[in-house]
């Protein structure tokens, strides 16, 4: 009998990779890492709305987030067993540890009530905080479901197996290799692409008035993001808060005084395919704009609508200085800086504050 130790054969030896082989398996892993990125992203986006919301403290540094890939030893213990699982992040307990450590300094020569620091670390746990930062993302980012476990946040394959490029496409990995990211450069496989559908925008301006849809959407959001309690948010409530308005309505008349929607109370909407995404309440007035308030859906958080509003609304106030030239200001409400939801309004510059006290 051979000695297998001793064995002249060849075929069992690993052969050396050709240049091409190298260079595809690094295009892949250049893939697999920008996806990696652009997941992180999408995180960091929803702790930062969570910051400006006053979810999260504002005064203390939070780390960034970090998704990577699941090697097949981890699958078990982080998704009992679960074969679709292709990405985690740790990051809801790196921020449970911050805010613990902040906690713990502010404890230190404060006479604070223990109490209410321990509830305020219980509700900030990393379980809590990965399924408050999962309920906020989409459920599905291209292709891929996601679900919180245990504090970690989990990226699982749906019906079929998919990788991520960084643009966002996404490109269809077979059973057989689900964790081998099998990516050309362009992020397609074959030609069985999976494309990716373009949506519409579409923005309307119109006069306050009740709208069951806008209520509906309002109800939703208060419920979901300000945790109020459903029977709390009535329809008369909204009206006093957001319909009814003592400005009286200006139209447009023809001249270079009035802008061609005129002045007033408005709701601006937002629609991606038709469906409402988000409501903007405002106030048209002849020297500036004042954003109110502005209400969104919960499923569409990862898109930071509440920016995106600002910089449409700052350019409607440019835009309609052609037609109305005594147009100068965008007004962002009451600045306070001790309140940590309204510290993101000093992210928009140059700007001015008016001092409570001397009124300049």
């Not at 613990?100 to 404890?107: E, F, G, I």
């Not at 806008?214 to 808060?241: C, G, I, W």
Request: charged fraction near 25%; charge should be neutral.
């Amino acid at each position: 009998m051979e000695d297998p130790n001793t064995s002249t054969k060849t075929e069992n030896h690993p052969r050396p990779m050709s240049e091409e082989s190298q260079a595809a398996g690094n295009d892949d892993k250049d893939e697999v890492e920008k996806s990696l990125h652009y997941l992180s992203n999408k995180i960091d986006s929803v702790i930062q709305i969570f910051i400006e919301k006053g979810e999260f403290p504002s005064g203390i540094q939070l780390p960034k987030a970090s998704v990577n890939i699941v090697s097949q030893g981890k699958r078990k213990s982080l998704a009992n067993g679960s074969d679709d699982l292709l990405y985690s992040s740790n990051i809801a307990f790196q921020i449970a540890a911050s805010i613990r450590r902040a906690h713990s300094c502010d404890k230190v020569g404060n006479d604070s009530n223990p109490s209410i620091v321990c509830e305020k670390e219980n509700e900030l746990s990393p379980k809590i905080i990965a399924e408050k930062l999962v309920a906020s993302l989409d459920p599905t980012v291209n292709g891929l479901s996601i679900r919180a476990c245990n504090g970690h946040i989990n990226f699982y394959a749906s019906s079929k197996h998919f990788s991520l490029t960084g643009s966002g496409k996404i490109a269809s990995i077979p059973k057989k290799s689900r964790m081998e990211h099998d990516v050309g450069r362009n992020g397609l496989i074959g030609s069985q692409n999976c494309q990716v559908k373009r949506r519409k925008l579409e923005i309307r301006l119109n006069r306050s008035s009740f709208d069951p849809e806008e209520f509906a959407l309002y109800r939703r959001y208060q419920v979901k993001v300000h945790n109020d309690k459903p029977q709390d948010v009535t329809e008369n409530s909204y009206r006093m808060f957001l319909v009814d308005s003592p400005l009286l309505q200006v139209f447009p008349n023809g001249d270079s005084t009035v802008p061609p929607c005129g002045f007033g109370s408005f709701h601006q909407q937002y629609l991606i395919d038709g469906q409402l995404v988000a409501v903007g309440v405002i106030d048209i007035l002849p020297k500036c704009l004042s954003s109110k308030y502005l209400f969104w859906d919960p499923d569409f958080a990862f898109l930071s609508l509440g920016k995106y509003s600002a910089f449409q609304e700052i350019g409607w106030v440019k835009e309609n200085q052609v037609y109305c030239p005594s147009l100068q200001y965008y007004y962002l409400g009451y600045y306070i800086h001790s309140c940590s939801k309204m510290r993101y309004k000093a992210a928009y510059r140059p700007s001015e504050l008016l001092c409570p006290l001397r009124y300049q």
